[in-house]
């Protein structure tokens, strides 16, 4: 989903929110990727399936907020906009 060798610069959890701050190479496309306005969703989606104590997950790319628009995600949010996208 992400290029291949993106680092994470940060993650941690508090209470039942997850900050995720992935490196500057997230941003570059890269080969049998997807592109990353569905990549990152994805991932987000792949969280709440697994981690059921995680309500709410904020992404970075090199300290940015990912999303200026949504500057909170929840499972809620990220099932619709992947809904949209045909997912």
């Known amino acids: ?29 890269g080969m049998n990727t997807v592109d990353n306005l569905l990549g990152l969703p994805l991932i987000e989606k792949n969280v709440f399936t697994n981690f059921k104590n995680i309500d709410t997950i904020i992404l970075y790319i090199d300290g940015n907020i990912v999303y200026e628009d949504w500057d909170i995600l929840t499972e809620r949010s990220v099932n619709s906009f992947l809904k949209e996208q045909g997912y």
């Open 1 to 29: 989903l992400l290029t291949p060798g993106t680092k994470i610069n940060n993650i941690f959890v508090r209470e039942d929110v997850l900050y995720v701050d992935f490196a500057e190479s997230a941003l570059l496309p």
